[in-house]
């Protein structure tokens, strides 16, 4: 096994506009989930704004829960905005928005037949498909930016735009 020092680290993933368009996503729905999370926490240090009784110790304890993960949630996709613009895979974001996403499926179907109103379950979808779309186009296929760019109306045998041909490279032969 190689140590540590030696490893070498991955060539960072070219940037493509489905990357950029992904990373800004990511970072509106880090700011909302960190704004959900800092609201929650003031609610429940007031005691106003919930609408529940928070003296209940399931109440506390679901409402303390909600409060940590939407600041975690918060702080990985604002964080992976900006690596994800440095060439990193976004790997927290796809993580963190399938979480957000099969939890929020699940309470969609669970909503939808005990007879939830369609405004509510049209919002529920919204906030699904919005936590979704950042990690649906980081899991495209991207190339790292050290892979050469081949031209499609390149001829068979040519040497692409960028790379030596063998025969000069190599030293010539006496």
Known sequence: ?????????????RTTPAVRVAAVLSF????AAATLGVWLSVALAT????????HEYLVFRGVTTAIVFALLAGAVFVTEAFLV??????????VVAGIIAF???IGEVIEA????????????????????LPAVLLLLPRGSRAAP????????????????????TSPPRP
């Open 1 to 13: 096994m190689s140590s540590p020092a030696r490893r070498r680290r991955p060539a960072p993933l």
């Open 28 to 31: 509106l729905y880090g700011v």
């Open 47 to 54: 005691g106003r704004g919930l609408g529940a009784d928070t």
């Open 85 to 94: 613009l440095r060439g990193a895979r976004g790997i927290g974001v796809v």
């Open 103 to 105: 939890g929020g499926l």
């Open 113 to 132: 037949v005990t007879g939830g109103d369609a405004a509510s379950l049209a919002i529920g979808g919204g906030v699904i498909a919005a936590a979704a």
């Open 149 to 168: 760019t081949v031209s499609p109306g390149a001829d068979p045998g040519t040497t692409p735009p960028g790379m030596i041909p063998p025969e000069i």
